[in-house]
């Protein structure tokens, strides 16, 4: 990993991948519009370029989904039950309830929560099997009462052109029974725009969910608007505020299991330790050549986006983690917890020298469906709130209408627009 020396400077920017959002809507616009012009054809067509396979038929099978549950190993199961129960308790405790609020005499008004009619969720499928992510997808929604669930997954060349058999199984186990083999940006047009085949429609969705690679994030961006989205979940993000007190083979590790998500994942240590840096380089050239996908995570360190920032303090290291909006942020500093109270831009953070992001990604309780490329700074990671619309219902008696009806008049007429002061003028009349 190369380094940056910011400690004689004020600079808080890290840089990130050269291809982004921006430059991937180019590729992924028309392809969406091939997939609202033509449906099923396109998104079939679109996978076997992509995926190397055209599966038989978009729909999976439900009796393919139950089968691969019947055949999954015990402790995969005993693992993902374990996950949907933390993260089904979480959601419980988030979900807001109905408020209703007397704002006078015979006048209230009720925020009420409405979870959304249908919902598509997207799991990746292509480096590896992200089958935890049908969890972090599927939970959120149940809880808060989305009555149509559709899930897309790449097909897989090995599996007959279907979604990785531990993503149906997780979908079987979690009673997901509309599941679609289709991947990348054409899925996401399919869930937002619907089909119409001789095999059976695709209904359209509200709101889109899930992580993806760079073209997943832009066709959110592309289709926002058609369809309501949780974040721009790109290419993941690790970055780690650490001192001297931190240990040099966490501080690798986790920078080393992000980057084996994706060529494109970006790694960052800020530190105030030159001794610490040198460490955790030390580290890494032990660990990375011992790990499974030693050359993907090679590709990820060596990246643009990847980096070990040498900043003066630890005042200047928040600063710069406010400044980059990690997906992920790790604190391992003395005191971490106070460190943590001054993140105010990061999707999730991992505090102490005992919580990797690992944990979030599969058992922790939390979700892993978060923003990335900077998006922290203004989007949340996937919740239960994401799946639920605020409603207001107003209800006022003729009363009280009279008691505040002579105001609405006077601003309607504040604002030129007489008629709507007319509205209530009518009933003040009677």
């Known amino acids: 990993m190369r380094r940056l020396d910011l ?5 808080v920017v890290l840089p990130r991948a050269q291809l982004d959002v921006e430059h991937a809507l180019e590729v992924v616009g028309p392809l969406c519009d091939d997939v609202r012009e033509r449906g099923e054809a396109a998104v079939l067509e679109y996978g076997e370029r992509f995926d190397g396979v055209r599966p038989a038929s978009l729909r999976v099978d439900p009796a393919r989904i139950t089968a691969a549950l019947d055949g999954l190993d015990p402790a995969v199961r005993e693992g993902l039950t374990e996950s949907i129960t933390r993260l089904r308790a979480t959601c419980e405790a988030e979900l807001e309830s109905t408020v209703v609020t007397q704002v006078a ?11 959304m009619s249908r919902v598509g969720l997207y799991v990746p499928g ?10 972090m997808n599927a939970v959120p929604a149940q809880v808060a009462g989305v009555g149509s669930i559709a899930l897309a997954s790449p097909p897989q060349a090995d599996h007959d052109g279907l979604p990785h058999p531990t993503i149906l199984a997780a979908c079987a186990l979690l009673g997901i029974d509309e599941v679609y083999a289709a991947g990348g940006a054409q899925a996401l047009a399919m869930l937002a725009y619907g089909t119409t085949s001789t095999g059976g429609s695709v209904a359209p969705v509200d709101l889109i969910t899930g992580p993806g690679n760079i073209y997943v994030a832009a066709a959110k961006r592309y289709l926002q608007g058609t369809v309501a989205i949780d974040s721009e979940a790109g290419p993941t993000e690790i970055a780690i505020i650490a001192d001297d007190t931190a240990d040099a083979a966490f501080v690798a ?4 299991s992000q980057a084996e998500h994706d060529p494109m994942a970006a790694a960052v240590l800020i530190t105030d330790s030159e001794a610490l840096a040198e460490a955790v380089e030390a580290e890494l050239e032990r660990q990375v050549p011992a790990a499974k996908h030693a050359e993907r995570i ?17 005042d200047q290291a928040v600063d710069v983690a406010n400044a980059y909006a990690a997906e992920h942020l790790e604190i391992q500093t003395a005191d971490a917890g106070s460190v943590a109270d001054r993140i105010v831009n990061a999707g999730a953070i ?19 469906v978060l923003p990335t490329a900077g998006c922290a700074c203004h989007s949340s990671g996937l919740s239960v709130r994401a799946f639920c619309k605020n409603m207001h219902l107003v209800t006022y008696t003729d ?3 009279r008691d505040v009806g002579p105001k609405v008049v006077t601003l309607a007429e504040a604002e030129d627009l007489p008629s709507h002061g007319a509205a209530v003028s009518v009933r003040l009349d009677r």
């Open 350 to 368: 991992f505090v102490g020298p005992h919580t990797p992001v690992s944990l979030g990604d599969y058992a922790a309780g939390s979700n892993h």
């Open 399 to 401: 009363q009280a209408l």
């Open 126 to 135: 292509g480096l590896a099997p992200l089958v935890s992510t049908v969890v």
């Open 7 to 11: 400690r004689s400077t004020d600079e």
């Open 298 to 314: 090679t590709t990820a360190l060596d990246g643009q986006q990847s980096a070990i920032a040498l900043v003066r303090d630890v």
């Open 105 to 115: 005499d015979g006048a209230t008004v009720e925020r009420r929560i409405v979870p």
């Open 253 to 256: 590790a986790d920078l080393v």
